[in-house]
């Protein structure tokens, strides 16, 4: 009778990448030799916060790894499948011993999958150990040390690639076991608008935003156009893996000691914390991905307008910085955290729409989704937490004050360029004559403003700001704030 080789198997989830993997890491420490596994999951490709354009960066990461690997004579095993068939046909042919993967601050359906994985694994005699990721910590109660526990994780030694070919499953033994399954094809057209995925090209935008395009990253931060080239675009490689936070912090150190530059490097280092702070927060507020982490919200109740969501949705609300943000989003998937900002709080406060009626559609349009920042991000931008300051963007004033020669929204909303500058901001103040020498019609070239926004701001701002008094958001908030709130708060802020 033939026995069957004992295996580790690595489970790649949002890590994708070889350097600073604890899951591959471990692995190689495990004695059996290892196969790397990513399963392109039934479950996620047919859930609404994702995209052709997830699933292409993901392509396009799995690429790159395989030809990092090819030295090492193996590759990642990719299939289209629920993973517990993959590991019942795994089962057919090896013994799986052990199974390697990092702690995923996911959504529910990613939440309840592991759930009964784990119990998969039990009933198997399958040891599964999931690792910390970035610093973020399951099973906290409050926030008590936790900024002194990631900064000491950041500081340590990252996890190095130290292997051989007789360390893995081998190319050939793969492609055999690949005829069991469905596999899934990792080619992916060409398309300019989107950053591409892999550690490789992640490394380069990494080294010319720390070369020199840091150099104005706080001037230009909030502007919607120079901000896509002073800052580092390293948002889609954190959020999928490609690099991890450690190896992006400890090289910004490293810049940061002997750069002339060093307080932009030390606001980026900040946002570093900020992006685990949120994702820790998530991580122990899951129910934030359906309901306002304040349940004092709860009764909050907006209408929904079909409408509305489309204008908003297409660009076509008769705001030019709105427009041009969301289709740019749309096209490229990015635009800065201000422009996100202001795009939910045009939703939620100005249209007086739910936040959980944008939440599809941006998640399905940024590259980087991540569901650790967007889940908390759209309910402080929608004003319900009752611990943040009520912010309401006013489109116009932002348009004004970060694209003041209105080149982004030229860009972005070109039936408006011909216009004169003031104009591109608020078409909607031309008059017949000045439509007429323009060759412009509000209306037919661009729509009208689709609500009075002084009088939905006002109205937003009464309701919101009364609700901040009601006991139940009290209560709530100070419950929040007991979680959430870390110590150090200031250190954590400042530069360094």
Same mark, same amino acid.
């Given at each position: 009778? &033939?026995?069957? #080789?004992?295996?580790?198997?690595?489970?790649?989830?949002?890590?994708?990448?070889?350097?600073?993997?604890?899951?591959?890491?471990?692995?190689?420490?495990?004695?059996?030799?290892?196969?790397?596994?990513?399963?392109?999951?039934?479950?996620?490709?047919?859930?609404?916060?994702?995209?052709?354009?997830?699933?292409?960066?993901?392509?396009?990461?799995?690429?790159?790894?395989?030809?990092?690997?090819?030295?090492?004579?193996?590759?990642?095993?990719?299939?289209?499948?629920?993973?517990?068939?993959?590991? &019942?046909?795994?089962?057919?042919?090896?013994?799986?011993?052990?199974?390697? /993967?990092?702690?995923?601050? !996911?959504?529910?359906?990613?939440?309840?999958?592991?759930?009964?994985?784990?119990?998969?694994?039990?009933? &198997?005699?399958?040891?599964?150990?999931?690792?910390?990721?970035?610093?973020?910590?399951?099973?906290?109660?409050?926030?008590?040390?936790?900024?002194? %526990?990631?900064?000491?994780?950041?500081?340590?030694?990252?996890?190095?690639?130290?292997?051989?070919?007789? +360390?893995?499953?081998?190319?050939?033994?793969?492609?055999?076991?690949?005829?069991?399954?469905?596999? $899934? +094809?990792?080619?992916?057209?060409?398309?300019?608008?989107?950053?591409?995925?892999?550690?490789?090209?992640?490394?380069?935008?990494?080294?010319?935003?720390?070369?020199?395009?840091?150099? %104005?990253?706080?001037?230009?931060?909030?502007?919607?156009?120079?901000?896509?080239?002073?800052? /580092?675009?390293?948002?889609?490689? *954190?959020?999928? =893996?490609?690099?991890?936070?450690?190896?992006?912090?400890?090289?910004?150190?490293?810049?940061?000691?002997?750069?002339?530059? $060093?307080?932009?490097?030390?606001?980026?280092?900040?946002?570093?914390?900020?992006?685990?702070?949120?994702?820790?927060?998530?991580?122990?507020?899951?129910?934030?991905?359906?309901?306002?982490?304040?349940?004092?919200?709860?009764?909050?109740?907006?209408? *929904?307008?079909?409408?509305?969501?489309?204008?908003?949705?297409? =660009?076509?609300?008769?705001?030019?910085?709105?427009?041009?943000?969301?289709?740019?989003?749309?096209?490229?998937?990015? @635009?800065?955290?201000?422009?996100?900002?202001?795009? @939910?709080?045009?939703?939620?406060?100005?249209?007086?729409?739910?936040?959980?009626?944008?939440?599809?559609?941006?998640?399905?349009?940024?590259?980087?989704?991540?569901?650790?920042?967007?889940?908390?991000?759209?309910?402080?931008?929608? !004003?319900?937490?009752?611990?943040?300051?009520?912010?309401?963007?006013?489109?116009?004033?932002?348009?004004? #004050?970060?694209?003041?020669?209105?080149?982004?929204?030229?860009?972005?909303?070109?039936?408006?360029?011909?216009?004169?500058?003031?104009?591109?901001?608020?078409?909607?103040?031309?008059?017949?004559?000045?439509?007429?020498?323009?060759?412009?019609?509000? =209306?037919?070239?661009?729509? %009208?403003?689709?609500?009075?926004?002084?009088?939905?701001?006002?109205?937003?701002?009464?309701?919101?700001?009364?609700?901040?008094?009601?006991?139940?958001?009290?209560?709530?908030?100070?419950?929040?704030?007991?979680?959430?709130?870390?110590?150090?708060? $200031?250190?954590?802020?400042?530069?360094?």
């Amino acid at each position: 009778m &033939n026995t069957k #080789e004992n295996i580790t198997v690595v489970w790649l989830k949002r890590d994708l990448r070889l350097q600073d993997n604890e899951a591959i890491y471990n692995a190689l420490q495990s004695g059996k030799r290892v196969l790397l596994l990513y399963v392109f999951e039934n479950l996620l490709l047919k859930d609404p916060h994702y995209s052709e354009r997830h699933w292409n960066f993901i392509k396009q990461s799995l690429e790159d790894i395989n030809q990092q690997l090819v030295n090492y004579k193996t590759k990642v095993l990719c299939v289209h499948a629920d993973i517990f068939a993959v590991f &019942n046909q795994l089962q057919s042919n090896y013994k799986v011993s052990n199974v390697f /993967s990092h702690q995923e601050t !996911g959504l529910l359906v990613t939440f309840n999958r592991d759930k009964e994985f784990n119990r998969y694994c039990r009933n &198997n005699s399958i040891e599964w150990i999931e690792n910390i990721n970035n610093g973020v910590l399951r099973g906290l109660l409050d926030r008590e040390d936790w900024f002194e %526990k990631w900064e000491n994780y950041m500081y340590q030694s990252q996890f190095p690639l130290e292997a051989s070919k007789e +360390d893995f499953i081998s190319t050939e033994e793969i492609e055999k076991l690949s005829n069991y399954f469905q596999t $899934s +094809d990792l080619c992916t057209e060409k398309d300019t608008n989107f950053q591409y995925g892999g550690t490789t090209t992640a490394w380069k935008y990494a080294n010319s935003f720390f070369e020199s395009r840091h150099e %104005k990253y706080m001037f230009h931060i909030s502007k919607p156009e120079a901000s896509r080239t002073s800052c /580092s675009r390293l948002s889609p490689y *954190i959020a999928w =893996g490609n690099l991890s936070i450690r190896e992006v912090f400890q090289k910004a150190k490293d810049v940061k000691e002997n750069t002339q530059n $060093s307080r932009h490097l030390g606001a980026f280092v900040s946002r570093l914390r900020w992006q685990a702070h949120f994702i820790q927060k998530f991580e122990m507020e899951c129910t934030m991905e359906n309901a306002s982490v304040n349940k004092g919200y709860h009764k909050l109740k907006k209408t *929904i307008s079909e409408a509305y969501r489309i204008a908003w949705e297409t =660009g076509q609300t008769g705001f030019p910085l709105v427009d041009a943000s969301m289709r740019c989003l749309n096209t490229t998937g990015y @635009v800065n955290f201000r422009m996100r900002a202001m795009l @939910v709080s045009f939703f939620t406060h100005i249209l007086w729409q739910p936040w959980q009626e944008a939440t599809h559609h941006l998640s399905k349009q940024f590259l980087d989704f991540e569901p650790g920042i967007h889940f908390p991000q759209l309910q402080m931008q929608a !004003g319900e937490t009752g611990i943040n300051n009520l912010r309401i963007y006013n489109p116009i004033k932002n348009g004004q #004050e970060h694209d003041p020669d209105a080149v982004f929204i030229k860009k972005w909303v070109p039936e408006l360029a011909n216009l004169a500058t003031p104009f591109v901001h608020e078409p909607y103040l031309m008059t017949p004559l000045d439509q007429q020498f323009s060759n412009f019609e509000l =209306g037919k070239d661009y729509p %009208k403003p689709i609500v009075d926004i002084k009088e939905n701001r006002k109205k937003a701002s009464d309701i919101l700001w009364n609700m901040k008094k009601n006991s139940e958001v009290k209560k709530e908030s100070l419950r929040i704030l007991k979680r959430h709130t870390i110590r150090n708060r $200031s250190r954590m802020l400042r530069d360094e």
